[in-house]
């Protein structure tokens, strides 16, 4: 079955950091777009970030671009966002998602969250 | 910066047929923007409908049709039923760039 577990999730206090992690399963991990998908409490959806299958090519929404870091670890199927200088607004559930349909997603996880106060 | 527009709510009666829009902030949505659309029912994650316009996901009944009508994207909803229930997003690319929509909810009654 494929299937994407988030992790790392928890409360941080403004300006601090976190990691985030994502471990893919069922599938060949190293052949797909997987990303971020992030949800403000009782909000709508908002793209994070994306990262290619070897890892080479990176894209960000431009307002996360520079407090956002993605990466990827093939070998161990796992997906990362890190978050420096965390705000109050960036507390939300974050969502892994693989991007197996063409520049659509075919696959969530079920998200962890982050609360930042 | 790119606003990607829906409509905030819409109700629809069981067995009715409903189209959701999804429109660019910039100029006209169109095939070039790879339209998508997902379904998110309180307290879940979202499930994929659409994408390339109008190829359904997986799984997804053929009540669900994607199309680009006049400048907007569009999520066809025939023969409602209750378990449509939910909030509807749209997300379309624009270069290395993507954006959902506000969303959409859907009411049945």
């Known amino acids: 079955e494929v299937q994407l577990v988030e992790s790392g999730g928890g409360l941080v206090q403004p300006g601090g950091s976190l990691g985030l992690s994502c471990a893919a399963t069922g599938f060949t991990f190293n052949t797909y777009w997987v990303g971020w998908v992030r949800q403000a409490p009782g909000k709508g959806l908002e793209w994070v970030a994306n990262?290619?299958?070897?890892?080479?090519?990176?894209q960000f929404v431009d307002s996360m671009r520079g407090r956002f870091s993605i990466s990827r670890d093939n070998s161990k199927n796992s997906l990362f966002l890190h978050v420096n200088s965390l705000r109050v607004e960036d507390t939300a559930l974050y969502y892994c998602?693989?991007?197996?349909?063409?520049?659509?997603?075919?696959?969530w996880g079920q998200g962890t969250t982050v609360t930042v106060s | 910066q790119h606003v990607v527009t829906q409509e905030p709510s819409f109700s629809v009666s069981p067995g009715g047929t409903i189209t959701l829009t999804c429109g660019l902030s910039?100029?006209?949505?169109?095939?070039?923007?790879?339209p998508s659309w997902y379904q998110q029912t309180p307290g879940q994650a979202p499930r994929t409908l659409i994408y390339e316009t109008s190829t359904r996901s997986s799984g997804v009944p053929d009540r669900f049709s994607g199309s680009i009508s006049g400048n907007k994207a569009a999520l066809t909803i025939t023969g409602a039923q209750a378990e449509d229930e939910s909030n509807f997003y749209c997300l379309l690319n624009s270069g290395a760039i993507f954006v959902f929509g506000t969303g959409t909810k859907v009411t049945v009654l």
């Open positions: 910039s100029g006209s949505v169109s095939t070039e923007n790879h």
């Open positions: 998602a693989r991007w197996g349909h063409p520049y659509a997603v075919d696959v």
């Open positions: 990262i290619k299958p070897d890892g080479s090519e990176r």
